[in-house]
């Protein structure tokens, strides 16, 4: 069963849900990663409890889940609150 409720929401969804992040992320590859990540979250997930009742939301929420993962994996370190100063002094910067 968990399969075919796979493959039934990849052949109803998968559009519906790369365009639905692609809008919010404005970049289509990226969310169509995020996408794969989530069918492949589902082929686990699904397969160890029951398929939810919206496949979609689901998988929707997911993908977007896994699209903020990685844009936070990316992020430069400056927008983490440390600059190249701190990085080159292991002290972090603070005078003995």
Do not use: C, Y
């Not at 849900?17 to 992320?25: E, I, P, T």
């Not at 409890?49 to 993908?63: D, Y």
């Not at 994996?73 to 100063?85: K, S, T």
């Amino acid at each position: 069963m968990t399969a075919a409720a796979l493959e039934r929401a990849f052949r109803d969804e998968w559009t519906t849900v790369v365009a639905a992040l692609s809008r919010r992320l404005g970049d289509l590859q990226a969310a169509e990663d995020a996408v794969a990540e989530a069918f492949a979250a589902a082929a686990v997930a699904w397969r160890r409890g029951a398929v939810p009742p919206n496949p979609g939301a689901w998988l929707t929420l997911t993908a977007w889940r896994k699209a903020v993962d990685q844009l936070r994996r990316d992020r430069p370190v400056a927008q983490h609150g440390l600059d190249a100063a701190s990085l080159a002094d292991p002290g972090g910067g603070i005078d003995a």
